[in-house]
T-cell receptor, first 115, second 115 residues
Framework: AQKVTQAQTEISVVEKEDVTLDCVYE???????LFWYKQPPSGELVFLIRRNSFDEQNEISGRYSWNFQKSTSSFNFTITASQVVDSAVYFCALFSLNRDDKIIFGKGTRLHILP | EAGVVQSPRYKIIEKKQPVAFWCNPISGHNTLYWYRQNLGQGPELLIRYENEEAVDDSQLPKDRFSAERLKGVDSTLKIQPAELGDSAVYLC?????????????FGPGTRLTVT
């Protein structure tokens, strides 16, 4: 079975602090993709990153970084020096190439950045 | 470039009434998705189109839900009759191709409240 678990339902940090959002996934497939999306109050899901299962290199994009570890089936997302504009719900998602073309989303983590 | 357009943004209806949602995907995107997002949850796929063809509608409650994508561009999702449990945000997304390979672009969603 495929599953994405985001154990942190809600996180609050003070502006400028670093924060890590956890994502643990389950799949039996060897070829898969992992995603992070941001959903601000406006409602649209905004694509942040896609990672395929063969590329375990960590990625950094500005204040955002992602740590992919196949050994622990985790794909964690860190925001460095958080800002109020980072307040949103963040979703981790999984897509397996050998399954139906269906992305499985986690339940999301609501992040509050306090000024 | 215009993003995915959805209308209406909000809809309030009484149970047993019909309702329809409209989606205009990004120009050139052959793949179109309808998702339902319940409060505090991640999006769940209802139906996926490749051009005019519905290639995955396994999660669509066919007794009351229907969808169409005439001419392979705009799409309409209908519920008839609506039930209280249908209250959710209905998201439309589009992509150039397979979700794992190509980025999905989401619209702002239609928030449905059934009273």
């Amino acid at each position: 079975a495929q599953k994405v678990t985001q154990a942190q339902t809600e996180i609050s940090v003070v502006e400028k602090e670093d924060v890590t959002l956890d994502c643990v996934y389950e799949t039996r497939d060897t070829t898969y993709y992992l995603f992070w999306y941001k959903q601000p109050p406006s409602g649209e899901l905004v694509f942040l990153i896609r990672r395929n299962s063969f590329d375990e290199q960590n990625e950094i994009s500005g204040r955002y970084s992602w740590n992919f570890q196949k050994s622990t089936s985790s794909f964690n997302f860190t925001i460095t020096a958080s800002q109020v504009v980072d307040s949103a719900v963040y979703f981790c998602a999984l897509f397996s190439l050998n399954r139906d073309d269906k992305i499985i989303f986690g339940k999301g983590t609501r992040l509050h950045i306090l000024p | 470039e215009a993003g995915v357009v959805q209308s209406p943004r909000y809809k309030i209806i009484e149970k047993k009434q019909p309702v329809a949602f409209w989606c205009n995907p990004i120009s050139g995107h052959n793949t179109l998705y309808w998702y339902r997002q319940n409060l505090g949850q991640g999006p769940e796929l209802l139906i996926r189109y490749e051009n005019e063809e519905a290639v995955d509608d396994s999660q669509l409650p066919k007794d009351r839900f229907s969808a169409e994508r005439l001419k392979g561009v705009d799409s309409t999702l209908k519920i008839q009759p609506a039930e209280l449990g249908d209250s959710a945000v209905y998201l439309c997304a589009s992509s150039l191709g397979l979700a794992g390979t190509y980025e999905q672009y989401f619209g702002p969603g239609t928030r449905l409240t059934v009273t």
